[in-house]
């Protein structure tokens, strides 16, 4: 396993931790029929009818999915499970990130062209509301003077 490769599953572990990831089949469909998800990560030894689903789900949403280098074990081990096929990133930032890693925008720069406008949208978003929670301590009105 390259360097590379174990800095994807740090990164997929911190995301678990940061309550950023769904690890699983079911999580993974919740997410994509929410909207929630960013992308989604599927084992390269994933089963044919988990394969089959996930295009589905990806056709009908907007979340793209990438097949990683990586066995369902490898999956589970960065995630503390035994096993795990599916998975779905819900925030653009950490997904931007994995997919860049797994990627290095050879394959799919469709993919990072998107991930990349929706983490700049979610960073100005959250610029709008730490500017709104402040004016909103300082007693300041919205609009202006």
Do not use: W
Not at 64 to 81: D, H, V, W
């Amino acid at each position: 396993m390259t360097d590379n490769d174990q800095k994807t599953l740090s990164l997929l572990g911190l995301a678990l931790r940061a309550n950023r990831l769904s690890p699983g089949e079911e999580p993974t469909v919740i997410a994509c029929r929410s909207g929630k998800a960013r992308l989604v990560l599927l084992a390269k030894d994933a089963g044919d009818h988990t394969v089959r689903r996930v295009r589905a789900m990806c056709r009908e949403g907007k979340p793209p999915y990438l097949i990683t280098p990586f066995s369902r074990a490898e999956l589970g081990g960065a995630l503390g499970m035994n096993a795990c096929a599916l998975l779905a990133i819900l925030d653009a930032a950490f997904a931007y990130s994995a997919a860049g890693q797994l990627d290095a925008g050879q394959t799919h720069p469709e993919i990072l062209a998107q991930l990349a406008q929706q983490t700049e949208r979610e960073r100005v978003r959250r610029q709008e509301q730490k500017a709104h929670r402040r004016n909103v301590r300082q007693g300041k009105k919205p609009g202006g003077t």
